[in-house]
């Protein structure tokens, strides 16, 4: 549905956008990540043909914005940061606004309603968009992406600005609004991107850094050298036997749960798996183990590490992803 190929954007001598190609299939959501400055408003801005790209190609269902913008859009609903909105409008006459502006050719009445049941705001569809709550704006504003069912949605920090109640209920919208349409998600919430979204794609000073899914990266950053694991057993023996593990570079007793049973953090030589031999060792003395577990890197830290180089404890600038 969506074929980023290439894709780059220069301000006179600034490359903003250097090259980028990403893709995302019919009926899944995407999330678009990278730290502020690193060009994802100007991608956006690109795909939604509201800036023109000075290199490559962005097809929308097979069409190239530039080439054929106005049959692109068609297939385009666009939520910006700040949803668009006429506030001295009530909310049924900007929706049939929006309907006339997009010349949608669905049966008004039903289509509308339809989306105002989607989204939950029937019980404010007569009312002036000024006096409503945030949540209820920002409800308004994704209404008007919905209008004339497009295959594309592409959502640019939809949940800014709610209370955790309303987050929950955007995001649980979200999920089923990628059931039938393709969704581009732009968010600083990593954990909300972690929960919505099939595929992450970060992008760090103008370039690609990653294009995956989350479990997929965490796998691969973390290298599957790092495990916790809680062995019943006296624990200077359990530490010793893991120590002499021939990959083990270091054992380190988190803490002891009950008297016989210890939490380890073992650290390995990267790109050694040494699950197998924990196994041996522990079950030649009878030692078992209830819990075992990789340690592989969160949202967060994936973000970090692609973005900075570095994690949490290492950072002195206040961390560039949040």
Aim: aromatic content about 4%.
């Amino acid at each position: 549905m969506i074929e980023v190929k290439n894709l780059s954007k220069s301000y006179g001598s600034k490359l903003a956008v250097d090259g980028i190609s990403f893709s995302a299939g019919e009926s899944e959501i995407l999330g678009f990540l990278g730290p502020n400055g690193a060009g994802k408003s100007t991608t956006m801005n690109m795909l939604t043909g509201y800036l023109s790209s000075s290199g490559g190609q962005a097809l929308i269902n097979g069409v190239d914005i530039l080439e054929d913008p106005v049959r692109a859009k068609k297939d385009i609903g666009y939520l910006p940061e700040q949803p668009p909105l006429y506030l001295d409008m009530t909310v049924m006459e900007y929706l049939s606004f929006v309907y006339s502006l997009k010349k949608c050719k669905l049966p008004k009445r039903s289509h509308l309603d339809e989306i105002c049941r989607l989204v939950k705001i029937t019980d404010v569809r007569k009312r002036v968009i000024r006096n409503l709550s945030k949540g209820y704006k920002q409800r308004v504003g994704l209404a008007q992406a919905l209008v004339g069912n497009p295959k594309v949605l592409i959502l640019d920090e939809p949940t800014v600005g709610l209370d955790p109640k309303q987050i929950i209920e955007i995001r649980t919208l979200i999920k089923k609004l990628g059931r039938n349409h393709t969704v581009i998600l732009s968010s600083h919430i990593l954990s909300e991107v972690q929960a919505v979204c099939d595929k992450i794609v970060v992008i760090d000073k103008g370039k690609l850094v990653a294009n995956d899914t989350t479990e997929n990266l965490s796998h691969n950053l973390s290298a599957d050298h790092k495990l916790t694991v809680q062995i019943e057993g006296p624990t200077k023996e359990v530490k010793q036997q893991l120590e002499q593990i021939p990959q083990m570079v270091e054992v380190h007793l988190n803490r002891t749960i009950e008297k016989t049973i210890g939490e380890y953090e073992l650290n390995a030589q990267e790109g050694c798996d040494i699950r197998r031999e924990v196994f041996k060792r522990m079950a030649a003395r009878n030692y078992p183990i209830l819990l075992m577990r990789s340690s592989e890197l969160t949202l967060e830290e994936i973000f970090l590490k692609l973005t900075t180089g570095d994690f949490y404890g290492n950072i002195d600038n206040g961390g560039a992803g949040r």
